[in-house]
């Protein structure tokens, strides 16, 4: 079965600290693996995606990393902020012979930055 | 350019009561999409829709119905509304199905059935 995991489910830290956000997943055939960043009432924004032969990817304060071998990415924040209070949800896609890609969402990752 | 928009921002049905929900995109995006989002799961698939004219199903379609108006906009109607269909419900759009086509949210349609 297609499975994405995620955790922890909620993380509090000070603002300024880092953080690393995980994610394991059973996805299978793999094609990519997207971070997706949604603020409350809002809807999920990427910020980055992976293909298999991809092992880090930053995109600002935010680094994501794949190990397609053990079929685990992480996604560390560095230096808080408290724009970064949101749902940090991991996303993994399969390739598939017609219509759409597949996509399997985690429940995502629950982010408070605290002043 | 205003992306994905989505009407109701909220709304409340009462069981057996049916309502639309509207999407509509301003990137020329061929595919369009809608989603679930109930507490504790992950975002789930309803409809989608590859192109202009071709609607199929997703993870979760019973008891909704979609209809790709034009280009721009994508439907989601609830016949006969349900309690179980108490969620938070996302548009969205990309250029394509490929896994490598970034899919835009809308900013969600929270609907409450009573």
């Known amino acids: 079965k297609n499975q994405v995991e995620q955790s922890p489910q909620s993380l509090i830290i000070l603002e300024g600290k880092n953080c690393t956000l995980q994610?394991?997943?059973?996805?299978?055939?793999?094609?990519?693996l997207r971070w997706y960043k949604q603020d409350t009432g809002r809807g999920p924004v990427s910020l980055t995606i992976m293909t298999f032969s991809e092992n880090t990817k930053s995109n600002g304060r935010y680094t994501a990393t794949l190990d397609a071998d053990t079929k685990q990415s992480s996604l560390h924040i560095t230096a808080s902020q408290l724009s970064d209070s949101a749902s940090y949800i991991c996303v993994v896609s399969r390739h598939s012979g017609g219509g759409a890609d597949g996509l399997t969402f985690g429940k995502g990752t629950h982010l408070i930055i605290q002043p | 350019n205003a992306g994905v928009t989505q009407t109701p921002k909220f709304q409340v049905l009462k069981t057996g009561q049916s309502m639309t929900l509207q999407c509509a995109q301003d990137?020329?995006?061929?595919?369009m999409y809608w989603y679930r989002q109930d507490p504790g799961m992950g975002l789930r698939l309803i409809y989608y829709?590859?192109?202009?004219?071709?609607?199929d199903k997703g993870e979760v379609p019973n008891g909704y119905n979609v209809s790709r108006l034009n280009k721009r906009e994508f439907s989601l109607r609830l016949e006969s509304a349900a309690p179980s269909q108490t969620s938070v419900y996302f548009c969205?759009?990309?250029?394509?199905?490929?896994?490598?086509?970034?899919?835009?949210f809308g900013p969600g349609t929270r609907l409450t059935v009573l």
């Open positions: 990137m020329n995006h061929n595919s």
């Open positions: 829709s590859a192109s202009e004219g071709t609607t």
């Open positions: 969205a759009s990309s250029d394509g199905t490929r896994s490598y086509n970034e899919q835009f």
């Open positions: 994610c394991n997943y059973t996805v299978s055939p793999f094609s990519n």
